[in-house]
Structures are given as C-alpha cells and as structure tokens.
RNA sequence: GGCGGCGUGGCCGAGUGGUUAGGCAGGGGCCUGCAAAGCCCCGUACUCCGGUUCGAAUCCGGACGCCGCCUCCA
C-alpha cells in the first residue's frame, strides 16, 4: 500500500487507486518560453523516482504531463526575440527535453500540448458558461470562485480569507480578485482561436483539467506538481471540474522548493540558475542523489558545496559497482519490477526495508540510509570472504536502479598510451621497482584516471 | 491580516517517547612497497523557556528566529 501526503487533507494518506493495480498520474508540466532551471529539475526528479518507484512496486502507472505551449509568457518572448510563438515553444521544448533526458527521466506516456486542445477547452468554457458558473466581462471570460463551495480546500482556507489577502491587481468588472480568467478576449498581433463567446485564447488555468480528464479520466489517481501551482493553479484546476459536477483527481501531491540561499528560486526573482548549466558542469546523477537525499516536501539547496558532496557520495557507490563488476540498470528506458528480481536472502531484507521508506510518503533519505549502510555491508562480507556480499550488492545496485540512479563499474574506454602506461606499471611493480612504478602513477594521474590496485594489477577509472 | 512549513552534531540531511539514521568532511587504527579503494573505531547533536512523563530532540504551552503561499512561477 502506498501512502503518500495528500496536500488537499494535508495529511499522510492510503492511495488508493480508482482501478486496482493501476494509477493514473498527472504532473503539471512545463511552460516553454526558456531553459529549465534547477527548480524543474528537482519536479521532473521527483516525480520521476516516484513513477518509477511505484512501476517496480507492480504498479501499471499510466503517466501524463504536459507541454504549455501557449501562454502570456510565451507571446512575451516571441514579441522580445522577433520570433514566433511556435518557434519559441518548440526551441524551449526542445532543451526541456534535453534536459530531462540527460537527467535520466523517463518520458511521460503521453504529453499533451495545450495547443493541441484548444478546442477542448472551449468546449468546456462553453458548458461552464451554460451552467452559469462563468462570465461574460469586457476582456474575457471569467470563472465565478463563489460558486465552489469549497474553494479553497487546496489553498488549506476558505475563499473569505483568500479574498481578504488577494493581491490581484483588480480587473474592472471582475465579481472577485480570485476570479480567473478562462478565456482571454483577442488582442490585435496575438494568437487566437473562433470561439462562440468570441476570439482569444484559452487562460492557462483551463488546459490541465481539459487534458488530464482527456487522457486519463475522471477520478483519477494523483494530481502533483510544485508547491506554487498549489493555488491558485490547482484550486481552480479542480473548481472547474468541480463545478461542472466531474470528480477530479483523488489525491493532490506537491514538491518543495529549490532554494536559492535563504530564499525560494524562481524566475520572478530572478536568482536561478539553469538546470543546462548544472548538466554542463556536473555529473546528473549527482543532481538526482542529491534529490533523493532529502525528502521531496522539504526545501533543497543546490549549490556547488552540496553538488560536490554528492559526487564523493556518489564516487562511493560507484566504488561498489567497480568492486562487485555490477551491471549499468537505469537509463531512461530501464525499467525494473521487483518481482522480476531475484532476491536473495539479504537482498529481500534491503529491499523490504527500502520499500518500507519509500512506501511511506516516498521516504528517499531513508531509503538511501539504508542503501549505504547495505554498501558498508557488502563491503564488510566481501572482505570476509563471505558469499552473501555478492548478492547483496546487487540487491543494491537493482535498487537505485528502481530509483533511476544508475552506477558506473568502470572506466569507459582506456587509451591506449594509458594502457602501456598500466603495463609498464605492473612490470615495474614486478620488479619491486617503486620509484618507476610511481612515476607511472603519477602519469596516469595526470592523465585524469584514478589509479587502484586490486589483486590483477593496477585498474584504472575516472575521477 | 489569513494560512502553512521549518529551526538536529563542522556541512548536508532523516527520525521514533527510552535503543546506531545515512552521506560528506575530520581524527585514530587495519590493509597497502607507498597510495587509492575498502574495513574497524571516534564526535555523544537536536533554537530557547516552561510543562506532562520514571524518561522527550520526539507530546503540550509559550518565546525567538527563518522560509513560503494568499499575483506569474516546478
């Protein structure tokens, strides 16, 4: 059983999937106006973990996440970069992807693009207007908050105190600043659509309910996304179905921040940095362990000191894949299911204890807890001589695997200078010559290897 | 103003009313020709003040500090 934080009860809950065995996700995806920033990074991390997670748990996980690729934003920078708002969708797409793949996140099973529902949505507005839940003003139309009884169950407050916060500019016209818009009336030079209440262009809160109840139906089984789209975005996701009478997603999960410092990252503030900058400069993987170390509700901090904390840490488990010759499992395509692993004694208990953590609330720090203690181990038997280590380390190397942390047994491919470079080593080790032997080390060393001798000679892998 | 979160050893970061988190860094030892990797040992932490309790970092109350949401944002 899988319990996971519902931030719509903001407590720690039993999912329970709508069709047994399976669970239907929707995760808010991206709006393509620019690079990533680390902030998306840790979403599309986080999700993809649990994704995975819950596949190698036996679950058959049907995951969807969208593209917004039609947005103020967006119309902004194609007016600022002399382009179109196709050409600046498909260029940040694109790097969106790019990003995503280098950090080893699997692609979503399918991944809608709002531009491609605009009809959908308008279909929608249409019934929300006939069920005189939305209205008709100057610029557009607009979603009537007062008419959700529990508006606000998302924000954790009732509409009274939301409005009494409000810092929306006011729109003249509107019933309430928490009013949104669904449709915004065309504006001269901008992309718009024929609609029966006029041209314009759908408001961003309207696509994820059209293409989440599109492709997964009603009542499905998760809803997550940043804690930012907590409200407004979510709260009027689901006010909308709501009041249209269709039941909406079941459960409501949300990550925390990238930290900038003290102070949450974004790009209002301007304080990010891009998720293709870390890529350039870092192994991803550390970006991954790094997100796996702490709970996904929590604040994170990425920096240079807590990324490089992660490679030692990282060095580490690569040191175990070195040592017992484990094969590379994760990758974006990889998938793993528990059942199709054969467990021995030890390994059943890690990956019990492991489940155990994650299970409850996608507890990755304690997972991993007991992952590194499990290398300890396998360290410990294996210099005992005692069989079990094998298979222990690979129950471990299966598990970060199921987490999509894959590990490197060794150096890639060996130049052949370095390799005479080893040969000449060795021989002179043969010789107990140890003066050349070093010398030979320290070339290898320059040569950016990290040198090890193991019982058949020196070995070599990269640092 | 309303609502929510956080404050743990040098750093990162979990957690349960009493028993080892884990990683990184650091110290000592073993192994090694020397290293590297690995193993063993080591710090006895929990913002502060009260309270409940045989016992609290963990429960309750209060104080202080920090962060966030109530506008676009992963």
């Known amino acids: ?52 997670w819950w596949t190698f748990s036996g679950y058959d996980v049907r995951f969807v996440s969208n593209i917004t690729d039609l947005d103020d934003k967006i119309i902004e920078r194609a007016d ?46 249409e019934q929300l207007l006939a069920s005189g839940v939305a209205y008709s003003i ?33 729109v003249a016209d509107k019933r309430s600043p928490l009013d949104f818009a669904l449709w915004k009336a065309a504006t001269f030079g901008q992309p718009s659509w024929a609609a029966p209440f006029g041209p ?24 997550c996304g940043g804690l930012d789209l907590r409200f ?54 550390a970006y991954r362990l790094l997100v796996l170390r702490s709970h996904y509700r929590q604040p994170i901090e990425v920096s240079a000191a807590t990324l490089a904390d992660a490679e030692r840490a990282l060095a580490r488990l690569d040191g175990l894949a070195r040592r017992f010759a484990l094969p590379t499992l994760a990758g974006p395509t990889a998938w793993a299911r528990a059942e199709s692993t054969a467990w021995s004694p030890e390994g059943e208990e890690l990956r019990a204890e492991v489940a155990a953590a994650l299970d409850e609330d996608l507890d990755t720090p304690r ?47 060996v130049d052949q200078e370095s390799a005479r470079l080893v040969a000449a080593r060795d021989a002179a080790r043969t010789t107990r010559n140890w003066a050349a032997a070093d010398h030979y080390r320290d070339e290898l060393v320059a040569r950016g290897w990290v040198v090890e001798d193991g019982s058949g000679g020196t070995r070599l892998h990269r640092a």
């Open 367 to 413: 997972a991993l807890a007991a992952l590194f203690e499990a290398v300890g181990r396998a360290h410990a038997l294996a210099d005992a001589e005692d069989d079990r280590a094998e298979a222990l380390a690979e129950a471990v190397g299966a598990l970060l695997a199921a987490l999509g942390l894959s590990l490197r047994a060794g150096a890639a491919e």
């Open 232 to 285: 407004p975005h979510h709260e009027n996701e689901r006010a909308q179905a709501v009041a249209l009478g269709r039941p909406f997603a079941r459960h409501w999960a949300h990550h925390g921040w990238v930290m900038a410092g003290e102070e949450k990252m974004s790009k209002s503030l301007g304080n990010y940095t891009s998720l293709t900058d870390l890529l350039a400069s870092h192994d991803p993987r």
């Open 1 to 52: 059983m899988i319990r996971l934080y519902d931030s719509s009860v903001g407590q720690v809950v039993d999912l329970v999937p709508r069709d047994e065995g399976r669970l239907a996700v929707y995760l808010c995806g991206p709006t393509v106006y620019d690079l990533p920033h680390l902030g998306h990074g840790r979403h599309a991390l986080v999700w993809d973990v649990a994704r995975r």
């Open 138 to 170: 100057d610029d557009g139309i607009y979603f009537d908050t007062a008419a959700v009884p529990d508006y606000g169950r998302l924000a954790g407050q009732p509409l009274e105190s939301l409005r009494a916060g409000a810092r929306v500019e006011v």
């Open 80 to 125: 600022h970069d002399h382009a179109t708002e196709g050409e600046i969708a498909a260029t940040y797409e694109a790097a969106w992807w790019s990003a995503l793949d280098a950090l080893g996140v699997v692609r979503p099973d399918a991944t809608p693009h709002a531009t491609a529902y605009v009809r959908e949505m308008i279909e929608l507005i």
């Open 200 to 223: 314009g262009r759908p408001g961003w809160h309207t696509e994820c309910v059209v293409m989440s109840l599109a492709l997964l139906g009603e009542d499905f089984d998760l809803h």
